[in-house]
């Protein structure tokens, strides 16, 4: 066993796992949740869905449980080394993160991970103890779960959009009102939003998240890592199941498929199971290279450091672009404007976030996480 410590590569990877994030759940706060399930009307609003199911949905969530899980595994060695009670500062950080993401449901976004991988976090920690090799196994032990978790969605899925005209004609529009209203409306959708959540996204965070602690016992990225290097011989086994999984996976949810085609919408739902994970890890190796061949900007690591502020104030940024509370765009904008859109919201997070880490030491959240912790 290596000794974990903190890696500048690490803040890297969170801060583009951050931005694939922003990009997936922009969309959430601009039209309504079920114009998430239905295929757009226009064909480059379709083709611009097609990208992002295809590059971004479920990858960078994926990553960035990866690194979620390597941080806390880091945390309970530091605590540990300090003589502290890693167990004891380990719950009291889970706890802290459930508590800031329910707060984080109820005011600025349903789709909050932060409470998924608080109840993540708890449950894996009767793996802490075990080897490299175990903790690999355990993971494709949940990726195998995941699969079941997406037939269980498609199916429920297909059940709820059998008539899409009529759910388009239903849908809600509370997150485009007043604060009041959009908060009504986070309150109101949270329950199957959590549900959609822990089916289709539980069982792939679990398996990212053991192989996140798989990778700080074994100092995944200190140079000449031997794990690193078994992981780099897989990239191309990676390329070629990751790729054309998530190209039918992208042609199926686009809309590209006929309804007719039913198994072949079951096969492109539930193989990402595996491809989004494969093509994560292919995100993962060219973030890895790219960080250790330039030398990164410290905007970039301060917003590293500070995920937590940063993913939380992409959505209160979104919640300002398309709340009736703020520019009011919502249900205004279509998938390929968004995807801009996105970008600069993501930006602005960073920029913000590692401005106010510069000048004050921490994210304006850090503190309040580690308040608990203490």
């Known amino acids: 066993m290596v000794p974990a410590s903190r890696s500048n590569e690490v803040d890297i990877i969170r801060v583009v796992a951050l931005v694939g994030i922003c990009v997936v759940n922009v969309p959430f706060f601009a039209l309504p949740e079920i114009f ?108 195998g779960l995941s699969m079941l978790g997406f037939i269980t969605t498609a199916l429920l899925l297909d059940g709820m959009l059998v008539d899409s005209t009529a759910t388009r004609s239903s849908a809600t529009v509370g997150l485009g009102g007043s604060y009041i209203e959009n908060l009504q409306t986070r309150i109101q959708d949270w329950p199957w939003s959590f549900g959609f959540i822990l089916l289709l996204q539980g069982p792939m965070t679990c398996a990212a998240y053991t192989a996140g602690m798989a990778a700080s016992k074994s100092g995944f990225f200190k140079p000449d890592n031997a794990g690193f290097a078994r992981f780099e011989r897989a990239i191309p086994l990676c390329l070629i199941i990751g790729l054309p999984v998530n190209l039918l996976f992208a042609t199926v949810v686009s809309g590209f498929v006929p309804d007719s085609y039913a198994l072949l919408h079951l096969v492109g739902f539930v193989l990402p199971a595996i491809g989004a994970p494969a093509l994560t890890a292919v995100y993962l190796y060219t973030v890895v290279l790219v960080a ?15 995920s937590l502020s940063c993913y939380v104030m992409q959505g209160v940024l979104a919640g300002l672009v398309f709340g009736g509370y703020g520019l009011g765009l919502f249900n205004h904008l279509g998938q390929l404007a968004l995807l801009p859109v996105s970008v600069v919201i993501a930006t602005v997070s960073i920029v913000v976030t590692a401005a106010y880490a510069n000048k004050f030491g921490r994210g304006p959240l850090e503190p309040l996480l580690r308040w608990f912790t203490k």
């Not at 480059?44 to 990553?63: G, I």
């Not at 993401?101 to 976090?121: C, M, N, P």
């Not at 061949?293 to 500070?306: E, H």
């Open 36 to 143: 998430m399930f239905v295929p757009a009307d226009q064909w480059h609003n379709r083709a611009a869905s097609f990208f992002v199911e295809c590059f971004f949905s479920l990858k960078f969530f994926t990553l960035f449980s990866f690194v979620f899980g390597w941080g806390m595994s880091l945390q309970a060695n530091i605590a540990h080394a300090k003589g502290a009670s890693a167990k004891n500062r380990y719950f009291k950080r889970l706890a802290g993160l459930a508590i800031i993401g329910v707060a984080h449901v109820v005011l600025v976004f349903s789709g909050d991970i932060l409470l998924l991988y608080a109840l993540v976090g708890a449950a894996l920690w009767l793996v802490k103890d075990y080897t490299v090799a175990n903790l690999l196994k355990v993971a494709w032990a949940f990726l």
């Open 292 to 306: 250790r061949k330039y030398p990164m900007p410290t905007l970039l690591t301060l917003a590293g450091r500070n």
